[in-house]
């Protein structure tokens, strides 16, 4: 099946940081999404992208379909955005969504 | 608030007992998906239904079954539990694409069901 790995496993930054965090799979996908899980461990969705750029306020993503790799990018962060992050993809021919092992971000003031 | 409702959200129980988690998915959702997250193993899928009909299969055990009532909601059961199976159990339901099963937008997940075997 589809591997997911995502990049650092462990980010540790000053609130107002900007940071990257990447996600490679090693098949084509037809579905990619990128999850926040909060302290609380409510898992909230981010983008739902497959290819291309989205941006939602501090948040953007990018994905290179042709690459199989996607980019989660959080500008000035806040503390709010302590959690982990989670890439998961779906390949053609599975319905199934396989996540990554996420990145663990902890944002200090 | 995703439209995902999970009940019940904490679970303690012991071991080689049975319980049930439901999931109701937000309205208009027919696929259903169930996710097990322990500490050791991330999150890991279970089984998806679409519209009543198992459609996807993943690492769910023999002790554990699943189905899709005519409502659309959906119960996780799980037998002779562990203390292995202790974990958040998460549900999760999307619009499929027409005619597939596979989401063909956005997954939602629930609060998740915090399982306690002891």
């Known amino acids: 099946g589809i591997q997911v790995e995502q990049s650092p496993p462990d980010l540790i930054l000053q609130e107002g940081a900007n940071s990257t965090l990447r996600c490679n799979f090693s098949?084509?996908?037809?579905?990619l999404q990128w999850f926040h899980q909060n302290p609380w461990g409510q898992l909230i969705n981010l983008f739902y992208?497959?290819?291309g750029t989205k941006q939602n306020g501090r948040l953007s993503a990018t994905t290179v379909a042709t690459e199989r790799y996607s980019l989660l990018y959080i500008s000035s962060s806040q503390t709010t955005d302590s959690g982990v992050y989670f890439c998961a993809v779906e390949g053609y021919n599975t319905d199934k969504l396989i996540f990554g092992t996420g990145t663990r971000l902890q944002v200090f003031p | 608030d995703s439209g995902v409702t999970q009940t019940p959200k904490h679970l303690i129980t012991a071991t080689g007992q049975r319980v049930t988690l439901r999931c109701s998915p937000r309205s208009g959702d027919l696929s259903v998906y169930w996710y097990q997250q322990s500490l050791d193993q991330g999150l890991q899928f279970l089984i998806q239904y679409y519209n009543g009909e198992e459609r996807a299969k993943g690492n769910i055990l023999e002790r554990f079954s699943a189905q899709q009532f005519p409502d659309l909601h959906s119960e996780l059961n799980l037998s002779s539990l562990e203390l292995g199976d202790s974990a958040l159990y998460f549900c999760a339901s999307s619009v499929p694409q027409m005619g597939t099963g596979a989401p063909g937008n956005t997954i939602y997940f629930g609060e998740g069901s915090w399982l306690t075997v002891v």
């Open positions: 098949d084509s996908v037809n579905n």
């Open positions: 992208i497959p290819s």
